[in-house]
């Protein structure tokens, strides 16, 4: 018996008057009773957005001794002009915390002119170097993370997950052709990305639930600048 009193056949159901039609609606309701009855998330794989294209994402990019975030990302942390930077070693998470121009190691993230802001680069030759052996990265890539904007404790933050990255070889010239202009730079992913789609829901789910009292360093922005 179906949860609605009565048998099914295929697009029939059994009455006292014997096989009757299902109408469209009947059957749409049915279909949806059974799917409800029997969906779990389990086996499900979220798949990565890198996956797609994001142009107009939030994302940070690592090169060398500077990092950039591009105009998206300080687009939707509206008038957040100086920022603290957080890592985690343990769970390879970077966060971005506002905060206020006199907070200590705050660290100008943007320009901001006549009330606009617009991306900069940053040099921070220490830290990148830091993460590049931190993640074991390849010194002449530069590694391009998608951004997660969530609400911590009443606190707007983006959470960068370090082990999840696009990779860009550098442009190259061609030796026998001087003139020729650079090849573009080629983007590759982690080797692990090609035998799923994403990571599981639950694993999905914790991949941005963070701790800021747990594992989290600062980010110095006069370390450099320090004897």
């Known amino acids: 018996m179906s949860s609605f009193g009565y048998k099914m056949e295929g697009a029939q159901i059994l009455t006292d008057r014997g096989f009757q039609p299902l109408s469209r609606e ?16 389990e086996g499900y794989q979220v798949v990565r957005r890198e996956f797609f294209s994001h ?7 690592i090169k060398g001794n500077s990092i950039i975030f591009n105009n998206a ?36 993230w943007c320009v901001a002119k006549n009330d606009k802001r617009k991306s900069r680069e940053i040099t921070c030759g220490l830290f990148t170097a830091k993460l ?4 074991s ?24 997950d370090l082990s999840s990255t696009e990779i860009y070889l550098p ?15 080629k983007t590759f992913y982690p080797e692990d990305w090609r035998d799923s789609f994403g990571l599981p829901v639950l694993e999905h789910q914790e991949s941005t639930q963070i ?9 110095d922005g006069d370390k450099e600048a320090r004897p």
Do not use: H
Not at 132 to 135: A, E, G, K, S
């Open 55 to 61: 142009r107009f994402d939030p994302t940070l990019t």
């Open 171 to 185: 442009s190259v010239k061609d030796p026998n052709d001087p003139d020729a202009k650079k090849r573009r730079s």
């Open 137 to 160: 990265w390849e010194a002449q890539y530069r590694y391009k993370l998608q951004g997660t904007r969530i609400n911590y404790k009443g606190e707007q933050l983006y959470v960068f």
């Open 73 to 108: 990302c300080i687009a939707k942390m509206d008038q957040v002009i100086y920022v603290q930077i957080l890592v985690n070693p343990e769970t390879e998470k970077l966060v971005i915390r506002p905060c206020d121009e006199g907070a200590r190691d705050a660290i100008r």
């Open 211 to 219: 701790n800021l009292l747990e594992g989290y360093d600062f980010m």
């Open 26 to 41: 009947e059957r749409a309701e049915a279909e949806q009773v059974a799917l409800e009855t029997n969906f779990s998330l």
């Open 132 to 135: 590049y052996n931190l993640m």
